[in-house]
């Protein structure tokens, strides 16, 4: 099966900073990959995804890249702002369901 | 506008017991999913639905047990609850075809005494 990799655990940046995550999968056959934001208490909102025949997306402040070739794709934030601190988490899309990464704790210093 | 939603939002059991965890949503959506999450682990997949009639295991589905008589609801049922069974339990639902994107409920954060 997938095996969906994140790093790092926790980020912590001042406002206005930008932030970076990333993640890597095994499965070359996966062919999306979504961002889920998830605040304290809720459940996880998509905030940005990727399909394999792109290589970059953006979206305002949020972008994400991904590699095919070394099967890793990233979590690009810029200009961050406290409400942009939650948990993200990536995912690749294999077969018919998704295998999330274990999830970023992201802090955003006001 | 209910979209997807969980209950209950709490739920304390005793080790032994059979608990069951709700999962409704109005989209008419062919696909739906229970997911549960665990400091360092994520969000795990313990089953899912492509329709109603229809389930598959995921990766953790020991011990737990699912239907989908109707295309809205998906139940979760732990026929007897262990202490490991603590976590928080999200269901999520999509579209059949090509949009994968999932849509999650509010989480139910159950816990085995």
């Known amino acids: 099966g997938e095996n969906v990799e994140q790093h790092p655990s926790t980020l912590s940046v001042q406002e206005g900073d930008s932030a970076v995550i990333k993640c890597t999968y095994s499965?070359?056959?996966?062919?999306?990959f979504p961002w889920y934001k998830q605040e304290l208490g809720k459940g996880s909102q998509l905030i940005i995804d990727?399909?394999?025949?792109?290589g970059e997306k953006k979206d305002q402040r949020i972008a994400v890249t991904l590699n095919k070739t070394a099967k890793h794709f990233s979590l690009h934030i810029t200009e961050t702002q406290p409400e942009d601190s939650a948990v993200y988490f990536c995912?690749?899309?294999?077969?018919?369901?998704?295998?999330f990464g274990s999830g970023t704790r992201l802090q955003v210093q006001p | 506008d209910a979209g997807i939603t969980q209950s209950p939002r709490y739920k304390i059991t005793e080790t032994g017991r059979q608990v069951t965890l709700m999962c409704h949503q109005t989209?008419?959506?062919?696909?739906m999913f229970w997911y549960r999450q665990d400091l360092g682990h994520g969000l795990r997949l313990i089953y899912y639905?492509?329709?109603?009639?229809?389930?598959d295991k995921g990766e953790v589905p020991d011990g737990y047990v699912v239907s989908r008589s109707k295309t809205e609801n998906f139940p979760l049922t732990l026929e007897s609850a262990t202490r490991s069974q603590t976590s928080v339990y999200f269901c999520?639902?999509?579209?059949?075809?090509?949009?994968?994107?999932?849509?999650f409920g509010p989480g139910t954060r159950l816990t085995v005494t």
């Open positions: 499965d070359s056959a996966s062919n999306y």
């Open positions: 999520a639902s999509r579209l059949q075809g090509s949009g994968y994107e999932q849509y």
């Open positions: 639905s492509a329709a109603a009639d229809i389930t």
């Open positions: 990727i399909r394999s025949n792109v």
């Open positions: 989209w008419s959506h062919s696909y």
């Open positions: 995912a690749a899309h294999f077969r018919r369901a998704l295998t």
